[in-house]
């Protein structure tokens, strides 16, 4: 009889637990048997909460989906599809009688947004929590946004090997339970760190020969990517010979070969594996752990503005899980291909991919959950929640794309879009096909741009310079040598997989079949501008330049075919010095799907003719930055007084006249509304720049610039006053004061207002009017008979008393004729 799990010694507690709440945090290490164990059990005591419910295990990936599945089943003798069932994206094993039943995160998301209650489900055990990816904090905020809302009966268990425990126990409200699991030592082995990524390969495969021929047991060895594994795997043969049992593990294996490579009973073997065997899945017989210290994780690429996995650097949390691999079942060895130097520098944690990922795909889904339930994303209890501004521009995104509508709704094509499961640029442009060979066509385009572009590199084969995609297209309809058949399968892969997801059926010739019959026509370019609007590109006067729709440039290279189109829909770009066009294909307005043509703008654009003056208009699409379509078109009068007004706005003293009696006007008001009347409007420059109502009216008839300057803008600014504020303000501010000599004006524009005359004008005055009540001071600026300033004075009195005889000495020598009296205050007449 096998020895009992290490978990099973907690299992009564995890039972209580759920019994008095909704919630549980489960930590226990790698090996302690949390995955295979608690379900069953679960299902076992059958607590009442359970009922017939199901109970839906979370798990972040495809292969420990199937591993834990058939493992549970195995252990009751069965094969999976009965009692124990697992789903994922690409296959099921399910039926009326399963009632645990197995999935990944992604798949949770789409059910959730398919069935937010979760119908027949009583519980959901998210396992492998701490890796957070974005599908994992999603589904776990949605379902507890379910249980908090609608169904608190549903049961929530987070489990994990190494966790923050206190953010998961805090954000669930749940207590925590550990499992001390089995621990053997394991014994950590640095090495120098390896100069290039490229040369991971090499190393790792003379680490794991050494491995071979010193250590005990099978080897686990961890690298980033499928590449890695199969140049590694090429040395170790050259090292070890060609009947060495190497067995690859990656993510995009058969079904099979996984199973090879995790089958308990084939004996000592080294398996080369990406990230996939750090958690959930174990590698039986394994003591010695070689890591090359990297993983791939997707991350937003700016040249296609798709997520596409990057390579980076492990955390040391991941370095320590890595190494557990090596001692569960006995005392191991951990080799690390790099030095202890770079084990102090690496990041304690993973940031959650909810801080850094692309957040369109969980805008879309957010959007159609708030649809279904009524809680909007800010508001959805995640464990960190979306930055706003990744959000924000997510959301923008999901609008060029016709997802949601300008309140931020799910659109009809929104919905269409989720279903497809892929990013929604893609989905856009998959849900943008109208028959059946543009489908076709839609799914090679996915799958183009999901994986990097199979010609890149290889410039010496003639039409490979081009970046016409639909070079790439015919790489599916015939193979003809140009591109390495791992690569091309892949791709062929992945095009059934989307061809498929928009219910077609048939293989890879059905497909290829469509695909060339679907190339005749020109929907190709249209169905990348679905996908990707704002990255529309359209022709400069400079050659080989483009213009894109979401600002900016970019360019082609001269050779290049396409540059002989007006309009490109741009898919892949390169940034280097400049930005170039990479992967594209032409496109006429008339082709542009309804969901671009909806966000197209068409405007009249009135402006003035340099040399008549007269005023032009512009009848213009615009798509973003680009202008589709541009004619000139006979101006309306709105048109033509729109052209003025703006004119007017942008230099005001420049094409109106001002007349003194305009400035004295603007003066007097200013003094007003200081003084006594604040209602009046402000009538000043910067007043009138601000909103041009008060000129419209005046326009009527004009046709032309040169037509501002008969503008009577004293009538103008004089009709802004109601008849009582000008009488008023006539009676308070006079224009003029009558004197010996005539009507005199009084100047406001001064600093203190001034009444200029000649010194006889005022012979007989003893004093000045009051302005404003006397709230505004006047003063009298006295002229020679030349008209020229000699004195100023606020009061006539004193200066007769006083400066008068200075003034009159200095006149009566300069100007004998005229009369320069002695006391100015005695000439009455």
């Known amino acids: 009889m096998s020895e009992p799990l290490p978990v099973t010694e907690i299992l009564p507690a995890l039972h209580e637990a759920l019994l008095a709440g909704p919630n549980l945090v489960l930590v226990a290490p790698p090996g302690a048997g949390k995955t295979t164990t608690v379900p069953p059990f679960l299902l076992e005591r059958a607590p009442a909460w359970l009922g017939a419910g199901r109970i839906l295990l979370v798990e972040p990936r495809r292969v420990a989906v199937r591993a834990a599945a058939q493992r549970m089943a195995a252990l009751r003798g069965e094969a999976p599809g009965g009692v124990i069932g697992y789903r994922t994206r690409l296959e099921s094993a399910v039926s009326v009688q399963t009632r645990i039943e197995v999935v990944t995160e992604g798949l949770l998301v789409r059910r959730l947004v398919a069935d937010p209650l979760l119908e027949g489900v009583a519980a959901v055990i998210f396992d492998e929590v701490h890796e957070r990816s974005l599908d994992g904090d999603t589904a776990l905020g949605f379902c507890r946004d379910v249980q908090q809302n609608f169904r608190p009966d549903l049961r929530l268990i987070a489990m994990s090997a190494t966790l923050e425990a206190s953010l998961f126990t805090t954000a669930l409200q749940a207590p925590l339970l550990e499992s001390d699991g ?347 501008a679905a996908g990707f609007p704002d990255r529309l590109a359209q022709r400069t006067h400079a050659e080989g330049r483009y213009r894109l729709a979401g600002g900016g440039s970019a360019r082609l290279n001269a050779a290049d075919p396409l540059v002989k189109e007006e309009l490109l829909a741009g898919a892949a770009f390169h940034s280097g010095k400049g930005t170039s066009m990479t992967l594209a294909a032409p496109v006429t307005m008339d082709e542009l799907p309804d969901s671009v043509k909806a966000c197209m703008q068409e405007q009249r654009e009135p402006a003035l003719d340099g040399t008549s003056g007269k005023v032009i208009v512009r009848q213009r699409v615009r798509l973003g930055a680009l202008i589709l379509r541009d004619k000139n078109v006979p101006p309306l009068p709105e048109d033509i007084t729109t052209a003025l007004l703006a004119k007017v706005q942008a230099d005001l003293p420049r094409y109106v006249e001002w007349s003194d009696t305009a400035r004295q006007m603007q003066a007097r008001v200013a003094l007003a509304r200081r003084h006594y009347a604040p209602h009046l409007p402000d009538i000043s420059d910067d007043a009138l720049v601000q909103s041009m109502e008060w000129l419209e009216p005046w326009l009527a008839g004009m046709d ?126």
Not at 283 to 290: D, I, K, S
Not at 717 to 726: C, H
């Open 704 to 829: 032309r610039l040169a037509q501002l300057k008969e503008l009577d803008m004293t009538a103008i600014l004089t009709s802004l006053l109601s008849y009582e504020d000008q009488q008023e303000l006539a009676r308070q501010l006079p224009t003029h004061v009558a004197l010996k000599g005539g009507r005199r004006r009084i100047d406001y524009t001064t600093v203190i207002p001034s009444l200029a005359a000649r010194a006889q004008d005022f012979y007989g005055i003893m004093s000045l009017p009051k302005l404003a009540g006397g709230k505004v001071p006047l003063q009298a600026t006295l002229l020679s008979p030349a008209g020229r300033p000699q004195a100023v004075t606020a009061d006539l009195a004193q200066f007769w008393k006083a400066g008068w005889l200075d003034m009159r000495r200095d006149m009566r020598g300069r100007y004998p004729k005229h009369h320069w009296p002695e006391n100015p205050a005695d000439e009455t007449s």
């Open 182 to 528: 089995r621990h053997y030592p394991v014994e950590i082995r640095h090495r120098r760190d390896i100069g290039h990524l490229r040369d991971l390969p090499e190393a790792c495969a003379h680490a794991v020969a050494q491995a071979w021929q010193e250590e005990e047991g099978s080897i686990l060895a961890f690298l980033p990517g499928i590449g890695e594994i199969r140049r590694t795997e090429a040395f170790l043969q050259r090292l070890l010979g060609e009947q060495a049992p190497l067995y690859p593990l990656y993510g995009e294996q058969s079904v099979e070969d996984q199973a090879r490579a995790l089958d308990p009973t084939s004996g000592r073997r080294i398996v080369l594996a990406t990230s996939i065997a750090e958690t959930s899945v174990t590698v039986p017989g394994v003591r010695v752990v070689v890591d090359g210290g990297w993983r791939r994780l997707p991350q937003r690429d700016a040249s296609t503005g798709l997520p596409r996995l990057h390579t980076r650097r492990i955390s040391r949390a991941t370095a320590e899980q890595r190494a557990g691999r090596a001692g569960r079942q006995a005392p191991g060895v951990a080799i690390r291909l790099w030095s202890e130097m770079t084990q102090r520098s690496l990041i304690v944690q993973d940031i959650p991919a909810i801080l850094e990922a692309d957040l369109c795909d969980f805008a879309l889904l957010t959007a159609a959950w708030q649809q279904a339930m009524g809680t909007e994303p800010k508001a959805l209890p995640l464990l960190d929640p979306a930055p706003a501004g990744g959000l924000a521009a997510a959301q923008a995104l999901l609008h060029e794309l016709g997802a949601l509508d300008k309140e931020g709704v799910l659109t009809p094509l929104g919905q269409r879009m989720i279903n497809f499961g892929t990013h929604p640029r893609l989905a856009a442009l998959l849900c943008a096909a109208r028959t059946v060979e543009e489908q076709a066509v839609a799914a090679c385009l996915a799958a183009l741009l999901e994986e990097r572009d199979p010609l890149r590199g290889r410039e010496g084969m003639g039409e490979a310079l081009s970046a016409d995609i639909r070079l790439r297209l015919r790489l599916f309809t015939h193979d003809d040598g140009r591109v390495p058949r791992p690569v091309m399968r892949r791709l062929q892969q992945a095009a059934e997989r989307f061809w498929q997801r928009g219910g077609q059926k048939g293989g890879r010739r059905q497909l290829a079949e469509y695909v060339t019959a679907g190339m005749q026509g020109y929907g190709v370019g249209r169905l990348i």
